[in-house]
């Protein structure tokens, strides 16, 4: 079963002079989760590792800047997700954590929940003193998808949300379905873009629901965007594989920053 | 075109002596919500005013008590949404708020997000002093759908969660494609049962696109559910209304309370 890893870094009008710099970092997180599939890891390790680099790198922070809620915080969400079993982990509005995709992952893991939000977030975190959590910026959304040579499939997204938002505010990036979605029987999507539209339509399960119909990942992807932006006039992007390897990477922005690595080609 | 109301309030093993309250509680909240339906009010209206009712309503709250988190507080969730324009609005992690449900729909109509968690969400209740979202207690999860005289849907649905839940833990019931769905395109969902369960497997949004396959409302509800069942050993059940007025009452627990009006029948 051949490996493939997809990685974004935020679905939105990417300016000239930043454009170069995410490139090479959406393709440096896919090389980072490849290298786990590489060595015969999973999917759902490979995208915390590719999630965890685009977390950690500066440019997708610079991009925006911090982005701050209206009280001048840093409030994070992320996601993650493990195709075979559905085993789902999110975070929502926590402060102070470098890596929320690790976080999510040890909701999912540790607890008997599958969403934390806020200050019970937070709690949680110092209660399970994981000194990698702890940080000091935001970042855009950022995310990937994998199969793992089993033809396990996983989803990871994590995002500093958008400028100015209200206190409190979820967007897509920590909610299953919207952000992200993962199932062995269908494939994994990471979703990015206008928060709001992609919760409207749920576009990551939209997407799978249009796989299901027997649409390519192409088709399937365009169709999901197509319909969040007739129906609630929401612009995005979408990246996807198939337990069998299929992957697409497609946006109605003007820009997306992807990357994917398959064999030993980095697309 | 014929209007239609249904209404739960919880899938569980409601124990004997609770059943008949429990019927006649949702049953007066089906008449409560047809009202509006009635006097040629919108499906949103309707869901509203029937999910109202059944936080109002004691029966729902002494059954299982108040439901605490592991600190001993009340943390409350809540989503409404209208099919017409896929508005939506959610709350999760409240506290002290009697309504869920309508600052639910106050985020939908007076802010830009359509989440907000925790004390962020709270902030808002009180910048927007609204007097009747001031409240004492907990109750189970209860949820309405409705189709309005010219073919709108809307669904809405608030809990209290599960007994000694984690602090932040958020379960199915504010998040869109899982508590609930709505789409005048399609149908409107409310779901209730293992939150967890619900949201590994998306369970509106599951039920929604097997409709969109061709499946009856009955046929798709149990499909879910039983993939729900098969997936993640869940139990849960939803209620389903669509545009043309088809309705389903389904649940694959033990018992799930539940009503629906239609022209002059409560059954």
């Known amino acids: 079963m051949p490996a493939v890893l997809v990685v974004h870094g935020g679905a939105w009008a990417i300016p000239d002079e930043l454009a170069a ?52 915080e840093v409030e994070l969400d992320a996601i993650i997700m493990d195709g075979k079993t559905l085993g789902s982990g999110a975070v929502s509005s926590v402060k102070n954590i470098a890596n929320p995709v690790s976080l999510a992952r040890a909701v999912m893991e540790k607890t008997d929940h599958v969403m934390l939000t806020s200050r019970g977030a937070n709690l949680f975190a110092e209660s399970i003193v994981r000194e990698d959590f702890n940080a000091k910026w935001a970042h855009d959304t950022v995310g990937a998808v994998a199969v793992d040579s089993d033809g396990n499939v996983a989803c990871a997204t994590s995002t500093g949300g958008i400028r100015n938002k209200m206190v409190g505010r979820v967007g897509d990036s920590p909610v299953i379905g919207c952000g992200g979605y ?9 979703c990015t873009g206008h928060g709001e539209s992609i919760l409207k339509v749920t576009l990551a399960r939209l997407v799978i629901s249009y796989m299901e119909q027997g649409k390519s990942v192409e088709e399937a992807s365009e169709r999901a965007l197509k319909y969040m932006g007739d129906r609630v006039h929401g612009a995005g992007g979408a990246i996807v594989v198939t337990p069998s390897g299929q992957w697409a990477a497609t946006f109605t922005t003007e820009r997306m920053a992807w990357a994917a690595v398959e064999k030993d080609t980095l697309w």
Request: hydrophobic share 45%; with cysteine; charged share 20%.
């Open 21 to 72: 710099a995410s490139v090479s970092g959406v393709k440096a997180a896919a090389c980072d989760g490849f290298s786990v599939l590489k060595k015969g890891g999973s999917a759902l390790d490979a995208v915390e590792a590719a999630v965890r680099s685009l977390e950690d790198n500066n440019v997708f922070n610079a991009g925006h800047g911090a982005v701050l809620n209206s009280e001048g």
């Open 182 to 190: 993962a199932d062995n029987f269908s494939g994994a999507v990471s």
